[in-house]
């Protein structure tokens, strides 16, 4: 049999086996005492026969001299004392324990090596062990040859009471470890911060009292529960896997987050969780650290607050609208859509205000933000420069219609009389209006525009808006520059298409896509549409651009029908002069062809303007590209006057109402009755209908309601590029 390494002994039962070892030897002590007394008796042997018999006891002594000697082979150190505790006879564990030789152990008194605060604790000890013929044991600390040592002594005293054996264990790191324990318990129990432990599948397992203080829940309310207990509905599920997926990558997690107390309460924490791991890397258990931090947020709020909003009408102030402002700038840029700003100053304000009062003055302004805040869109951010001016940034400009019809609104609402401690008051503003990039890409200098613009609103009349104009040389000077910066966009492939969803409102489905070119000017940015488009037209390079657009559209929808639809279309503005120029429709066929796609693949869109157009060059490209079978859409319906006939003539697949019948489309409103009337007339004659400028769930529904087949805007998706857009197909998939 093999001897197992000293190394891989396990001797954490050895004070039991000193304990039971010293039990059997006392047996064995009093066996041999007694041993030839009672052979005689029992046997009655006769005298002639004793004197073999007497041989018995020193062969006794000799076996259990054999059996003491086993003790050197014990990892435990082992003793005979005194009574007076002076050592009689130690093992070879001893030895090594104490430093010392038997000889010199031998010549010690065990009293002499204890500390004295445990002198009487030991003196207790041996006199009770040689009292009393049981097992006794005592925890103690010696000082030997300049250290200290913490150890467990057990004793039990031989049948003649002269000495006892003692079985001594070294509990130096035991006694360390409890009392760091012993520490932490305290800090566990003392500390202001609320700790939870879990086991490795997140059941809690322990709690101390700052976690009761804090939540309300003792710990026989939660040990045992799965902290999923402590969720609110503040976060969503995304969160919590956020949260568990850096625990199993780090073992670690920090960050704010909302709980629930015991009676209900919303409270927010900042939580710390860190992981003890095993030897071999394996999780024991997770501790989470929380402090309570909603007074000092809300405290943070309030500051920041009271030095970022308006403090009478609660809107964005001087500093937060120049903050705004900069982001706005930069989404622009990145997005490549134009952003409009709007200054308002109120006219005859001071009038008002020093007739009825400051306390009226500030009734009105108040009641002023009311109706400008309901003009815009959530997106769009109105402020109050101070006084009795106001600020507009609107967002994500598709065209210039948008922004006119705020303006106008503004005009509109404020222009209604206000009610005033029972006296009609009446007010109207002047709006100034500059868009980013055209008219300038600084803060400052759209600032300075839009002032401008409203002195000019002013010295029109007021009660009215003007937007930012340069000077006629500037104004001629920069079409030509335009025109110039033009002609190198598709060598350096500065433009790009982004591409806006058109969702099939019966299925939620997205098949269709709307194509439109944005270019990234080298040194102004991202442009609008509106400021090049007319420019590329006037100098006949829209045709150019205009079949750049429709191969790289053609690339763009063969991948996303192997990989997405099958049925993916995407639709082209086609412009006016493309249909002056000939056979292009045989030429964007046969490249269809060639890259192995249908005729149907690409839609092109027309305004109603070029349909009206009873010319041959205009008539003829859309009857070849009907023909062919390409898709003909008719763009921004209902703004013309297209005749039915030119519908029926052109055999038109699908129209767009315009955005501005969708944008105000309420129930039983003249806007609803106008598009349910459209829809009707174009499902008669068989065309497909689609909804431009759908920015809410109201509008989509009504939509739904009047049997709309196809729905497209900001409410879906603004226009975004290739990677975002097939993005957003992968999410709806």
């Known amino acids: 049999m093999k001897k197992m390494p000293h190394s891989a002994i396990d001797d954490s039962h050895l004070p039991q086996h000193a304990e039971r070892t010293l039990t059997k030897m006392s047996a064995a002590i009093v066996q041999k005492a007694t041993g030839s007394q009672n052979l005689q008796r029992q046997l ?364 106008q609104s503004l005009l509109t609402q404020l222009a209604e009389p206000f009610l005033l401690n029972g006296e009609m008051v009446y007010i109207s503003v002047s709006v100034g209006i500059t868009f980013f990039p055209e008219d300038a890409s600084e803060i400052e200098a759209l600032l300075k525009n839009a002032d401008q613009a409203m002195y000019d609103a002013k010295e029109a009349g007021r009660n009215r808006f003007s937007y930012f104009t340069r000077t006629i040389q500037e104004a001629v000077r920069s079409p030509a520059i335009l025109a110039k910066d033009l002609r190198d966009t598709l060598a350096d492939n500065q433009l790009q298409l982004h591409y806006q969803p058109i969702i099939e409102l019966a299925s939620g489905v997205i098949y269709k896509a709307e194509a439109l070119i944005r270019w990234r000017h080298p040194q102004h940015g991202w442009l609008d549409p509106t400021n090049f488009i007319a420019v590329a037209e006037k100098t006949g390079l829209i045709v150019e651009m205009s079949d750049w657009v429709f191969k790289e559209a053609a690339r763009q929808v063969k991948l996303w029908r192997r990989y997405f639809d099958k049925r993916f279309q995407i639709s082209i503005n086609g412009s006016p002069m493309l249909f002056h120029c000939a056979d292009y429709q045989n030429t964007w066929l046969e490249y269809l062809q060639q890259s192995g796609l249908t005729a149907d693949s690409i839609g092109v869109e027309i305004g109603e303007g070029p349909l009206m157009d009873a010319s041959h060059a205009v008539s003829n490209p859309l009857f070849s590209f009907r023909d062919i079978g390409m898709p003909i859409g008719i763009d921004d319906f209902g703004t013309g006057c297209l005749s039915l006939s030119c519908l029926q003539r052109f055999d038109i697949d699908y129209l767009k109402i315009d955005r501005l019948f969708v944008c105000n489309l309420l129930d039983q409103s003249k806007e609803m009755m106008l598009c349910e009337a459209m829809i009707a007339m174009a499902h008669k004659l068989k065309i497909k209908v689609i909804a431009e400028g759908v920015e809410t769930h109201d509008q989509c529904e009504l939509l739904k309601k009047m049997g709309c087949d196809f729905a497209q805007g900001y409410l879906f998706s603004k226009p975004v590029s290739a990677e975002a857009f097939e993005a957003l197909l992968a999410k709806r998939e």
């Open 44 to 407: 009655k042997v006769r005298p002639g026969e004793r004197s073999k018999l007497r041989i018995a006891p020193s062969q006794l002594d000799t076996s259990f001299k054999r059996y003491t000697e086993l003790d050197d082979f014990v990892p435990i150190a082992y003793f005979i004392l005194a009574e007076d505790s002076s050592i009689i006879g130690a093992n070879q564990a001893a030895e090594r324990l104490f430093g010392m030789s038997r000889s010199t152990l031998s010549r010690q008194r065990f009293a002499k090596l204890v500390c004295e605060e445990f002198q009487s604790t030991f003196n207790a000890f041996l006199e009770k062990t040689f009292a009393i013929g049981h097992p006794q044991s005592c925890e103690a600390m010696l000082k030997i040859a300049g250290r200290v040592i913490w150890i467990e002594i057990k004793a039990i005293a031989d049948p003649t009471l002269q000495t006892c054996r003692a079985a001594v264990s070294d509990i130096t790191e035991r006694k360390q470890t409890e009392r760091r324990l012993q520490i932490a318990t305290m800090a566990y129990q003392a500390i202001d911060e609320a700790i939870l432990i879990t086991d490795a599948s997140y059941r809690i397992v322990a709690v101390n009292p700052a976690f009761t203080k804090l939540t309300g829940y003792t710990e026989e309310d939660v040990v045992g529960q799965f902290v999923q207990f402590f969720k609110s509905e503040c976060h969503d599920s995304r969160f919590y896997l956020i949260i568990l997926k850096a625990l199993r990558k780090t073992g670690h997690w920090q960050g704010e987050i909302w709980k629930r107390r015991k009676n209900g309460e919303i409270y927010l924490e900042w939580l710390r969780i860190n992981t003890n791991y095993d030897s071999n890397g394996k999780v024991l258990q997770r501790v989470a650290i929380g402090t309570d931090i909603t007074a000092r947020k809300r405290a943070e709020e309030a500051m920041w607050k009271r030095a970022n909003f308006d403090q009478l009408t609660g809107l964005p102030n001087r500093y937060l609208f120049y903050d705004r402002v900069q982001l706005a700038i930069k989404k622009a840029y990145r997005e490549g859509l134009p952003m409009a700003l709007m200054l308002l100053d109120l006219d005859r304000f001071k009038e008002i205000n020093d007739t009825l009062g400051h306390d009226m003055g500030d009734i009105l302004l108040l009641e002023i933000a009311r109706r400008l805040s309901h003009c815009v869109r959530e997106t769009d951010t109105v402020a109050r420069l101070g006084g009795d001016e106001f600020a507009i940034i609107l967002n994500e400009l598709e065209d210039r219609v948008s922004v006119e019809r705020i303006a």
